[in-house]
């Protein structure tokens, strides 16, 4: 029987994954995927959202808290349950990894994924890649002494897929163009989309076990939660 912890985790989820689809099912300009496991070299990663558009990527977090949330100037997390305070492992630092290995597996296959540049092999660096933290609608999110640049990129369920098109607006050929950001064209986007719907597993049939993992490489699925 699954914990209550598991539970509200896969509760949440379900939420995010309801959220981007309804708002991106038939948007040609964002692809979704959830549920996106992948391994390299000994190492597994497991990425709860995963939004693929012209410029690059964006890992959604989906975390299951219902009290307060903290993180200070050195991007530790704290979360409240029953008045006591406990440590978190960041989500941000667990999407920057599972980030990582998404470029390496995705490197590996450059060959099948993008096309040349005057004869030149194009690559995945140069890329965007965001991560996005989307806690529970009655969490309560301390702002106050949170940096900037991190608290822009954690956000309520509710307002996940605003921030998402915020990160993405800039996605237009003529505004990479005039920026001189690199971008998928259509054909490696298609070829993007088909690589990666391989790695979704359906959560009815996710895998009863991974690989041993270091514990500060992939945290628990819904660790914390």
Known sequence: MPSVKQV??????AQVAYLLDRAF???PNH????????????????????ILYKNGFIVVESKSVHGEVKVNDEGEWERSYKNRWYGLPSPLKQGELQIDLLKTVLQDSVSELLGTILGVRK??????????????????????????DLSANVVKTEFLVDRIRQLTDSGTVLKNFMNSEPWFN?????????????YEVDNSNEPDSMEPQPADLTPERNDQT
Do not use: C
Not at 31 to 43: I, K, P, Q, R
């Open 31 to 50: 692809t979704v995927f959830h549920n996106v496991y992948l391994s390299h070299g000994g190492f597994n990663a497991q990425i709860d959202h995963l």
């Open 123 to 148: 690559g995945f660096g140069g890329r965007r890649y965001d991560v996005i933290v989307a806690v529970s609608s009655s969490a309560r999110i301390h702002r106050k002494n949170m940096p900037k």
């Open 186 to 198: 259509d054909n490696e986007l298609a070829a993007l989309v088909n690589f990666l719907r391989n």
């Open 25 to 27: 099912m038939k948007d």
């Open 8 to 13: 509200a985790g896969d509760k949440q989820e």
